[in-house]
């Protein structure tokens, strides 16, 4: 049984920095490439970052690239997302994901998190 569990979310000013965690569980998690998405209120979820199992590979979205870095750890397995300059546009729940079932990173994620709730408010 994969579990995904996200921690870090919370409300924050613009201009403003979180660093969200993503920590997983189960057999052989530490081979998976691993991921970031949100999902804004009203709005389809959106794939914002991803780390492929051994780390030589990052991809991050247009929307975040320069303000964001996906990482991780793989003892324990850990993946972070860091997040700089923070806007109101970077609401939303920022969900973590992992096993990338194809070619990393435009792949279907076969495990997730529930997300954590990022919001970004003056």
């Known amino acids: 049984q994969v579990q995904l569990v996200e921690s870090g979310g919370g409300v924050v000013q613009p201009g403003g920095s979180l660093r969200l965690t993503c920590a997983v569980s189960g057999r052989s998690t530490s081979t998976y490439g691993m991921a970031w998405f949100r999902q804004a209120r009203g709005k389809e979820r959106e794939y914002i970052a991803a780390v492929s199992w051994g780390g030589a590979n990052i991809y991050y979205a247009d929307a975040v690239k320069g303000r964001f870095t996906i990482s991780r750890d793989n003892a324990p397995n850990t993946v972070f997302l860091q997040m700089n300059d923070l806007g109101p546009e970077d609401t939303a729940v920022y969900l973590c994901?992992?096993?990338?079932?194809?070619?990393?990173?435009?792949?279907?994620?076969?495990?997730w998190g529930h997300g954590t709730q990022v919001t970004v408010s003056s």
């Open positions: 994901a992992a096993r990338c079932r194809g070619s990393f990173p435009t792949c279907p994620w076969e495990y």
